[in-house]
Structure formats: structure tokens, C-alpha cells
């Protein structure tokens, strides 16, 4: 991830492709047809995805699930581009200081929320508040120390310490810093209204079936783009009203696909992609780096609380074998906590990373005193690479002396059993929107007040605040090194391996472009 060294030339005037660069890239398709296309909606856009999301809360959670779906109502004041870099979406010029102790912050004028109301730098204002207050990623707003709004349009963050990359932590996704009516400031965690600015506003929520959202008459398009470019953008959309389907189980979304009931499928099976990709009537996309396979491991909870214990399972792991079954193929191996090509990526610690040493593994446990404490694995039923991964890993861990439970619940019953620092030793998931925005975001997982493996670890803290207070990216780099070195070796993460993904659409929708979480805006059909 880079950032431009001027930040306000590079955020007044958005990094705009040249015409031919975006035909080339395959958006001139998407914005030579906004305007002519204006005025032909469609009735319905369906999408089946996997999970149904804990809350459609963006503050309250780092699910996929939600972010698939709140991402189109919510939007911010600065976000990521295709190419991941950071551009302006809500703000209209964002100005930092010569010190860097303060950002101001220009608003786009006549943007509406879904109630009508006019949005101002109060309600921006109110936004950092709650998300000072409630988010689960609020360490991004520790350095602010005061929220000016001298005006209805201009807002100024002061800081209590130069942060060299405070725009790439507010422009990060995995709980996006979204712009909410002043009214949801004291509102707890996951008991908004669901009211944002977006191309889409919020219709009804219906358990195990759907999500629907229809199109927000009064959204205002970007006119500083053509097109779709990653969360900013000229965002259209061509349908009164857009589904998000709650399917889980992956053939029933194949079938839903090949019968014209779903429109854009979220995940397809390599089994399935491999018999459909002689099929006209449907596109067929790749999506590499969806995200790092793995577990998290409780350190406050017996017997993972002891570092030989957790030396011990990880070393017994055998990640190929776990990628293999888990993902039917669609797998990479390679120990980064970053994806090869990342600015960041580095490879320490990978001298712990699939060492398939099931007699090492009896050693550790043996002279840890091991004596059959019971070790608790959760997983879901939603998503089922993660499934599949905790049963083959279950079964090797039981292989070298290990008495393994798994517990298997729905995706959102998962994501609030790991709330509970006792119910468990080993959380699968998969860790895909930090690593894609860089190791920013990626680090937050295991520091303080996030902390995923529940006690808190000062050296982790420590090598955070040392991360976003280095001056140059080498300096940077060099701390995400160490940084990747701690977390293999006090074992708080179990990465497998890196997941690729095939999503799919029929053939005659038309402007999808596949991303880190899927755009229905300037996506249309064509008969």
C-alpha cells in the first residue's frame, strides 16, 4: 500500500485514470453506460451470499458478511480506490497540517442520509464520536484529541502525536469509519438505524432468507469519477431494489445460479467452476488473495494459556493437508501475513509455518505436562471452507495426544461465542479485509482493545504504536517484520494458508467487477 508524499494534492483532485488506461482495465464498459442507461432500471438485482451478517452495524463488526451488505448503504470520508490507495469520497479536499497534528476536512455539499435530511459536519462529528466510543476498531482514533466543526461543511481533527499514516487507518474497511446522522451518537453497538448516504438504503432484514435494500432516489453520484473505482467512484445503480440472498449451502447457490434465480453468486465451488465453465449463459470471475486461512488461538483460556501447548498444535499441523480438503484445491501456501506483492510482505516467523512434526508436537505436550485438558474448537456451518478446515485440523490435533472438541454454530452465533474469552481455544475464520488493506488494519486483530486472542499482549501493543509512528515505509516494513516474527512465535494466529476464490454471474449481467467485497452499484442487465 502507498500513499502520494503530497496528501492534498492527491486527495483534492482523485487519481483519475485516463480513458484509454480504464478501457483497458475494463471500467470504460461501466462508465460509458451510466448515463445512457440512467433511466432503464430493472425491477430486482439478486446476490447470494454465504453468511448472514451478525449486524449491519459497520462499527460493530469485521464480518464480510456485513461489510457485503452495508457497504452500499454506509459510505466515508476518505476510502481505497482499485488499487487500494486512498481517496476521497464524502470530503471534498482534505488539507493536513505542515506538524501533522491536524487534518481538515472539506464535505462534499447537498449529500443526503436515507431520511432526507442534509448531512453536515455534525453528523461527521457525531459519527467519531460514537466511533471513539463503540467500535471495535476505535484504536484508529486514540491519537484524536479534539473534533472541530467550524462550519456546517468543514471539520478539523487535532492530534495528540503525528501519525504518518492516520489517513490509511481511516480509510481502512474492516469496520469503515462511516459517516451515521448525528441522532445514532449514543446509540450502543449494533442497535442503529440503518441510515447512511449510499446508493442503497435499507428495506427489511429477513432471517435465513434475504436482506433487501432499494435504490436511494436523492444519491448524489461522484461526479469527480467515470466509474466504479474501488468504494469511491461514480456509483449507480440500476435497479429499484437489490437482494442479498442468505444461502449457505454452496450447491444450493450453484443451482439458484444455473436457474436464473440468483444473479451474481458469491463463492463457486472448484467442483462447480470446473463442470459450468463451458457455460454460456454464465461469467465466470477469478478473485486471488480473498484471505488468510487460519485460527485464532485463546491465551487465556487452558490448555492454549501455555506457549508450549500452542507451540505444540502448531507445529502438528499439516497445511496442505488442512488447504487441500478445506478449499478443493483453491489454496497458496506461503507464510506472510500479507499477500506476496503487499509493499509489506516479509516472511519471518516462517520457520514455525507448516512444520507437519506430529513427534515434535508429542515432545512439546509431554513436557508441558499435558494431561488431556479439553481443547475447544469453534467453527461454522455458514461458511464452509472453514468447516471443513476445522475437522481435518481437529482430527490431526487428536493424532499427536490432543482431546479436541468441536462446537458448530451459524456464522453470527460463531462471531458472538468468540466474545467469550472461556467457550473456546481455537476460532476459524478466515482474515481477508486486513490483509488486503495492509498491515494496519491486519495488526488490530491482536491489539489492544481488539485483542482476538483475548489476553492482551504489551509486545504487540508496543510494536503497533512503533508501526504507525514510523517515518519512512522501510521503517515500517522493518516493525511489520517483527511484528509477524511475535505473532508466529507466541503463536496467536494459525495461518494455513492463503484462499482464492470464483464467484459468478449470468451471463447477461453486465459491469461487475469482482473486488474484496462486491459492488452492486453500475451493475446492470442486458437482455
Avoid at 488499487?83 to 506538524?99: G, H, R, Y
Avoid at 487507518?169 to 451515521?180: C, D, G, H, W
Avoid at 494466529?493 to 469482482?514: E, M, N, Y
Wanted: charge should be positive; hydrophobic fraction near 40%; proline fraction near 6%.
Amino acid at each position: 500500500m502507498t500513499s502520494a508524499p503530497n496528501r492534498d494534492a492527491a486527495l483534492r483532485f482523485p487519481p483519475l485514470r485516463q480513458w484509454a488506461l480504464a478501457c483497458a482495465i475494463g471500467l470504460c464498459a461501466i462508465a460509458s453506460a451510466g448515463h445512457a442507461l440512467a433511466q432503464k432500471r430493472a425491477p430486482m438485482l439478486v446476490f447470494a451470499q454465504e453468511a448472514p451478517p451478525p449486524t449491519l452495524d459497520p462499527y460493530f463488526s469485521t464480518s464480510v458478511s456485513t461489510r457485503n451488505v452495508a457497504m452500499h448503504m454506509f459510505e466515508t470520508l476518505v476510502t481505497r480506490d482499485e488499487n487500494n490507495a486512498i481517496v476521497p469520497d464524502l470530503a471534498d479536499k482534505i488539507t493536513e497540517s505542515p506538524d501533522g497534528l491536524s487534518y481538515t476536512f472539506t464535505l462534499r455539499r447537498g449529500i443526503k442520509f436515507h431520511n432526507g435530511q442534509e448531512m453536515t459536519s455534525a453528523d461527521v462529528k457525531a459519527s467519531f464520536e460514537r466511533y471513539q466510543r463503540v467500535a471495535l476498531q476505535k484504536v484508529i482514533l486514540t491519537p484524536v484529541s479534539a473534533i472541530e466543526t467550524p462550519d456546517p461543511y468543514t471539520v478539523v481533527l487535532r492530534l495528540s502525536r503525528k501519525v504518518p499514516v492516520f489517513l490509511d487507518e481511516m480509510s481502512s474497511f474492516v469496520t469503515p469509519l462511516a459517516i451515521l446522522p448525528a441522532s445514532q451518537r449514543d446509540k450502543e453497538g449494533g442497535k442503529i438505524d440503518l441510515i447512511g448516504t449510499g446508493p442503497l438504503q435499507f428495506v427489511e432484514w429477513q432471517p435465513d432468507s434475504h436482506i433487501r435494500l432499494k435504490r436511494f432516489a436523492d444519491y448524489q453520484p461522484d461526479t469527480r469519477y467515470k466509474g466504479t473505482d474501488g468504494f469511491a467512484g461514480r456509483k449507480e445503480i440500476f435497479f429499484d431494489q437489490v437482494d442479498f440472498k442468505l444461502v449457505k449451502d454452496p450447491g444450493a447457490r450453484v443451482a439458484g445460479l444455473e436457474a436464473g434465480q440468483f444473479h451474481i453468486i458469491e463463492d463457486l465451488p472448484i467442483e462447480s467452476a470446473k463442470r459450468l465453465a463451458g457455460n454460456k449463459a454464465l461469467t465466470l470471475y477469478d478473485l486471488k488473495n480473498w484471505w488468510l486461512h487460519g485460527a485464532w488461538v485463546n491465551h487465556s483460556k487452558a490448555p492454549t494459556n501455555d506457549n508450549k501447548i500452542r507451540r505444540a498444535l502448531q507445529i502438528a499441523l499439516d497445511m496442505e493437508e488442512i488447504m487441500e480438503i478445506a478449499t478443493d484445491g483453491a489454496y497458496v501456501l506461503q507464510p506472510g501475513l500479507q499477500y506476496p506483492g503487499n509493499p509489506y510482505y516479509v516472511t519471518t516467523g516462517a520457520q514455525y509455518y507448516n512444520k507437519k512434526d506430529p513427534a515434535g508436537a508429542k515432545k512439546l505436550l509431554a513436557e508441558a505436562g499435558y494431561k488431556g485438558e479439553e481443547l475447544v474448537i469453534i467453527t461454522n456451518s455458514s461458511y464452509q471452507t472453514m468447516y471443513k478446515a476445522a475437522q481435518v485440523a481437529a482430527e490431526q490435533l487428536k493424532a499427536v495426544g490432543f482431546k479436541v472438541r468441536v462446537d458448530v454454530f451459524d456464522w453470527a452465533t460463531a462471531m458472538a461465542r468468540r466474545k467469550d474469552g472461556n467457550a473456546w481455544n481455537l476460532w476459524f475464520t478466515g482474515q481477508g479485509t486486513g490483509p488486503s488493506v495492509g498491515p494496519f488494519a491486519a495488526m488490530k486483530d491482536v491489539v489492544s482493545p481488539q485483542k482476538n486472542q483475548i489476553t492482551a499482549d504489551p509486545v504487540i501493543d508496543g510494536l503497533y504504536a512503533e508501526l504507525i509512528s514510523g517515518a519512512t515505509p522501510e521503517a515500517r516494513k522493518a516493525t511489520f517484520a517483527k511484528f509477524q516474527e511475535r505473532v508466529y512465535d507466541q503463536v496467536l494466529f494459525l495461518k494455513f494458508g492463503d484462499l482464492t476464490r470464483k464467484q459468478a454471474s449470468g451471463s447477461k449481467v453486465k459491469g461487475f467487477v469482482p473486488y474484496r467485497i462486491p459492488r452492486m452499484w453500475n451493475v446492470r442487465i442486458e437482455d
